[in-house]
């Protein structure tokens, strides 16, 4: 069983920019993708940013060029570099394997980006 807890949400106005962690409970990168989603109200949650065990990545085009994703082997952490940030990137936010597994969904973090 692997845990996965997600932070460094908040309200941040548009154009600003944040951070998000996702520590893992054990070394999760023997699995060859790790991801970060969002949910938004109303809608389905939706893949974001994935990184590989080899460093390669892949974004949405709604974020493309203004996230980044990275990883931390030494402390099996995840990171979800934020910017540009807009009132649509409004959403919880949740880090899992790609493709998830429904045991892995930790609370998430909620991210507002206000006008």
């Known amino acids: 069983q692997v845990q996965l807890v997600e932070s460094g949400g908040g309200l941040v106005q548009a154009g600003g920019s944040l951070r998000l962690s996702c520590a893992a409970s054990r070394n999760i990168f023997s699995f060859n993708f790790m991801g970060w989603y969002r949910q938004a109200p109303g809608k389905q949650r939706e893949l974001v940013a994935r990184i590989t065990s080899g460093g390669s990545t892949f974004y949405a085009d709604s974020v493309k060029g203004r996230f980044t994703i990275s990883r931390d082997n030494a402390k099996t952490t995840v990171y979800l570099q934020m910017n540009s940030l807009k009132p649509e990137d409004t959403a919880v936010y949740f880090c899992?394997?790609?493709?998830?597994?429904?045991?892995?969904w930790g609370q998430g973090t909620q991210v507002t980006v206000s006008s």
């Open positions: 899992n394997i790609v493709p998830p597994r429904n045991n892995y």
